[in-house]
């Protein structure tokens, strides 16, 4: 029988909710069957220069957003995000995502998702039972059955990947919103308009489907259309840069023959791949499993759903329509934490 607080998903949401959970002193286990997006995460948003602060960093977001998204998620988020500079070694470079005001996502050694979780996996050492499986809803039951008192927190990431053409790994199909429905959790946005596309997506060769990053667009990289004439992409968004190619045909080819090789080189591309066909493809998906700002999951009437709680690109309600590059990070490290710990301290008081 599963005691304490069961974890689903081994992202950077599931892992950061393993941490605070297991700081908290409770028994805890995790349980995925994949990395999922995480280890493709090389920056995320932290206000770290002297002209930002949580209030822009907040204003950006639900302004990125077209104003979707939830303002006390949102406040949480990037209120939340200023203690990470002092959990995590980031490298001093600061980059700044298309729709930020300013330069704000930070990084360490262009791999904070994997090194993030490195150093938390290690922090936790053997105290969290880990079990590679794939869970399903039916199990939830099963196992919630057997034991009313578990605290369960889905940290499943989106459903991109049941698009052919996209970013993410096939198996992140949105498993976490059936368990989630299962457990008596309502959804919000879970439909095309809440699909984040990737503007700059390989369509060709092996590495079809991985992104070229799109700030480089700031160090001196153009959009061309098919005949070579320059796109209008200075000062778009992720979003607004996707419906210019698509409004364009479909594809458009990337042009990186004016960006500083050293540009090039921390970005871990080849230098020699400047002319790149690209296409938008879904990346994030920004609706999901609706939670409140202590992560807990939410039924239909706004009420808490006991003992269930959600993290991460699962959940609903932080991107609105339109996530800022870096954001995702920043949501799975913030909101993992915060529903671990709530998921902990919720199975102490009905333990005392
Ligand atoms: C190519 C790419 C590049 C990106 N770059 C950045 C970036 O630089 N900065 C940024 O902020 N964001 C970036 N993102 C977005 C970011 O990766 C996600 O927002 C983030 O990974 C979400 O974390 P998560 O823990 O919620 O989900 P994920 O990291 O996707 O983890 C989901 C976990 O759930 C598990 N899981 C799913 N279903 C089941 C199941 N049924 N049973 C058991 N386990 C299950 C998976 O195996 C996995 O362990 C990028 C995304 C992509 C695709």
């Given amino acids: 029988m599963y005691k304490g607080v069961l974890i689903i998903g081994g992202g950077l949401a599931g892992w950061r909710a393993a941490e605070a959970a297991v700081q908290a002193g409770v028994p805890v286990t995790l349980m995925a069957n994949g990395a999922g997006n995480t280890p493709d995460i090389h920056a995320l948003n932290c206000p770290v220069l002297p002209d930002d602060s949580a209030e822009l960093f907040t204003e950006d977001t639900l302004a990125g957003g077209k104003y979707g998204g939830d303002r006390a998620l949102v406040e949480t988020m990037c209120r ?7 959990e995590f070694d980031f490298d001093g470079t600061v980059i700044r995502p298309l729709g930020c005001s300013v330069a704000r996502a930070v990084s360490i050694r262009h791999a904070i998702g994997l090194i993030a979780v490195k150093e938390i996996k290690a922090r936790i050492g053997d105290r969290v039972a880990f079990e590679n499986r794939t869970v399903t809803p039916e199990d939830l039951l099963a196992w919630r059955k057997e034991n009313p008192r578990l605290k369960i927190v889905i940290a499943t990431g989106g459903w991109c990947g049941k698009y052919d053409f996209s970013t993410n790994p096939r198996y992140l199909k949105g498993d976490g919103l059936k368990m989630a429905e299962a457990l008596g959790a309502a959804l919000k946005d879970v439909d095309e308009a809440h699909v984040q596309y990737e503007p700059t997506v390989r369509v060709e060769g092996p590495r079809r489907g991985v992104p070229v990053i799109t700030t480089l667009l700031y160090e001196g990289a153009r959009m061309l259309d098919a005949q070579g004439r320059e796109l209008p992409a200075a000062g778009l968004n992720k979003d607004e840069l996707s419906s210019l190619i698509f409004k364009e045909g479909g594809t458009a080819i990337y042009d990186l023959t004016a960006v500083p090789d050293e540009k090039i080189l921390e970005c871990k591309m080849d230098l020699e791949e400047r002319l790149i066909k690209v296409a938008p493809a879904p990346h994030s998906s920004l609706g999901g499993i609706v939670i409140d700002s202590e992560c807990h999951a939410l039924d239909a009437e706004g009420k808490i759903v006991p003992g269930l709680y959600a993290c991460g690109e699962v959940t609903a ?19 993992g934490s915060i529903a671990g710990r709530q998921a902990a301290l919720e199975f102490k008081q009905d333990n005392k």
Avoid: E, I, Q, Y
């Fill in 317 to 335: 309600g932080v991107h609105g329509f339109n996530r800022l590059g870096g954001n995702g990070g920043t949501a799975a490290m913030v909101f």
């Fill in 80 to 86: 939340g995000s200023l203690a990470l500079k002092d």
